[in-house]
């Protein structure tokens, strides 16, 4: 098109070129958005909104979102003429939305805020997704009474708060275990006549997962259902760890089996849940007919695998096992946490294994991996056990002049196989 000349082809117009770096955005191709938009500026054809908007998710794309700003207040990037200000052309709200976005995306709210309150003052009205954005990045930033502000000034100036709107701030107070204030919210948003979504009900469940209430999670799950809200990977999986710790195994494997008949492809956390179910019930055969299944399946095993696999093992003793997972482990570029090294020490701790207990321990500080007292406190006991205070004095010697003091244990999560 650009090279028709005088032959009978229709010349590529601003709105060529405007769906061109729109197709870079959606295709995440955002390198080439700036490069047809320079090949515009060279065409002579007169830039629009549109055109400019479509730059600047390109440039926010790239985390380029000063640049980004520069465009928005007429500092064009340079040599590029100065023309966003033209008759018919100046930012509208979508662009303010574009780079308001790109700020809050980079944890930048305190820009994000400038620029929000720049938008009021240029006489651009705020619309949902403006004060969406400023809720979300202050639920992001656990700042959830300023969140609650900017939507009380959202209904004030009347703007009507949608399902994003609600799910934010739901999700916030989810994160924040005030489950209380996110059902309220839930109820705020059902009598608005707004309807809750599986986004909605997700922040509720893993609310309630994670604050132990597993009999809301049940709630909830039901609830969906009579409802008639669909369910999609993070509900299949909730539903299955509620199932697992309430040792419902069996329904849970079949909650998984039937995932991919649904059109829900399970993915490395369900697999996760399934083994450490297994693993809690002492399963290992079961345990390791999934393990096989989930490499078959494709399913690449994530470091939590790995340590679910291994404390599984060394929790019946059978340290030959986990240590040829922990060599797998290795194998595949994947690099033990603290939680593994504990795992294996204290396992061999209990079987009175102190050399192989030692020689993990050392291990695990050459690897620069962090230590804190459990790891020290698991070596004392096991020398201690051992009749070897020399030993266990040196330990907790050296523990002391390192500094390391005892941390809270609540939600570690290493119990169960420490």
Known sequence: ???????????????????????????????????????????????????????????????????????????????????????????????????????????????????????????????????????????????????????????????????????????????????????????????????????TYNSLIHGYSTSGQLEEVARLLEEMKTQGIMWDVFTCNSFMYYLCKTRRIKEAAELFYSMAEKGHKPDAVSYGIMLHGYATEGSLVDMNDFREQMVRDGVVPSLSVYNILIGAYAKCGKMDTAMLVFEDMLKHGVNPDQITYLIVIAAFCRMGRMDDAMDKFSEMIDMGVPHDTDVYECMIKGYFRQGDLVKANELFTEMKNKGIRRRSQKGSGRTHYV
Do not use: W
Request: glycine share 8%.
């Open 1 to 199: 098109m650009a090279r028709a000349g005088q032959r009978p082809v229709t010349a590529p117009t601003i709105y060529t070129y405007s769906i061109l770096i729109d197709c870079c955005h959606r295709a995440r191709r955002p390198d080439l958005g700036p490069a047809f938009f320079g090949h515009l500026l060279k065409t002579g054809i007169r830039e629009d909104v549109i055109t400019f908007n479509n730059l600047l998710k390109c440039l926010c794309d790239m985390k380029r979102t000063e640049e980004a700003l520069d465009v928005l207040l007429h500092r064009m990037p340079g040599d590029l003429p100065n023309v966003i200000t033209r008759r018919g052309h100046s930012p509208d709200v979508v662009s303010y939305n574009t780079v308001i976005d790109g700020f809050l995306k980079e944890g930048e709210i305190s820009k994000a805020l400038d620029l929000f309150h720049e938008m009021i003052q240029q006489g651009v009205v705020p619309n949902v997704v403006t004060y969406s954005s400023i809720i979300d990045g202050h639920c992001k930033a656990r700042a959830m009474d300023k969140a609650e502000g900017v939507l009380r000034q959202m209904v004030d100036n009347g703007v009507r708060p949608d399902t994003v709107t609600y799910n934010s701030i739901i999700d916030g107070q989810c994160k924040a275990r005030a489950m209380d204030k996110a059902e309220g919210v839930l109820r705020q948003m059902v009598d608005n006549g707004v309807r809750p979504d599986t986004v």
